[in-house]
Antibody
Framework: QVTLQEPGPVLVKPTETLTLTCTVS??????????VSWIRQPPGKALEWLAH???????SYSTSLKRRLTISKDTSKSQVVLTMTNMDPVDTATYYC???????????????WGQGTLVTVSS | QSVLTQPPSASGTPGQRVSISCSGS????????VDWYQQVPGAAPKLLIY???QRPSGVPDRFFGSRSGTSASLAISGLQSEDEADYYC???????????FGGGTKLTVL
């Protein structure tokens, strides 16, 4: 059974760095043609893709946010970590991690999603 | 502003057929497969269609995806009250080198 688990609700202050850990089970982070992405959704707004890490450690980032994002993984712990620097109230959103099917080297689709974690940025 | 364009809302009565469009460019829909996700309020998105028209196990065949040129479409036949949700299209964008979503369509079952 495939599951992805994000942490509980997070409160960060403006300018702080956010660190989110996604713990996966039911599959290996080293399995070919699989990866993990982070996607966020501000309250009442659309989904926005943030970052992706593949089985061979290739990373890709949203063009608009790449300067602030870092994605990494620890295969032995089945964890994928996203850090986002210089947090701002506009970054308040539910952050999801999702398992990705990779097709011809790019993101194909997300077949499993975590339940999401609400990140609130406020002083 | 989303890279993929969807109508903000759609509606239909039980039993009806509704269609939701997703418009993009040659960099995304025109060259890569489209997925569709269903999101009910308070829940995570759920994969509905992948590879333009494939349904994951468990998704009823009332849901049908298609792609033509730089546009894609999700059709739902035999509309049911449980279909009331937000629907998002997504595709890889070769120009942005990233995964892009539509702005979402809120489907109301009248």
């Amino acid at each position: 059974q495939v599951t992805l688990q994000e942490p509980g609700p997070v409160l960060v202050k403006p300018t702080e760095t956010l660190t989110l850990t996604c713990t996966v089970s039911g599959f290996s982070l080293s399995k070919t043609r699989l990866g993990v992405s982070w996607i966020r959704q501000p309250p009442g707004k659309a989904l926005e893709w943030l970052a992706h890490i593949s089985s061979n450690d290739e990373r890709s980032y949203s063009t608009s946010l790449k300067r602030r994002l870092t994605i990494s993984k620890d295969t032995s712990k089945s964890q994928v970590v996203l850090t986002m620097t210089n947090m701002d109230p506009v970054d308040t959103a539910t952050y999801y991690c999702a398992r990705i099917r990779v097709v011809q080297g790019v993101i194909g689709w997300a077949d499993y999603w975590g339940q999401g974690t609400l990140v609130t940025v406020s002083s | 502003q989303s890279v993929l364009t969807q109508p903000p809302s759609a509606s239909g009565t039980p039993g009806q057929r509704v269609s939701i469009s997703c418009s993009g460019s040659r960099f995304n829909i025109g060259g890569n497969a489209v997925d569709w996700y269903q999101q009910v309020p308070g829940a995570a998105p759920k994969l509905l269609i992948y590879n333009n028209n494939q349904r994951p196990s468990g998704v009823p065949d009332r849901f049908f995806g298609s792609r033509s040129g730089t546009s894609a479409s999700l059709a739902i036949s035999g509309l049911q009250s449980e279909d009331e949700a937000d629907y998002y299209c997504a595709a890889w964008d070769d120009s942005l080198n990233g995964w892009v979503f539509g702005g979402g369509t809120k489907l109301t079952v009248l």
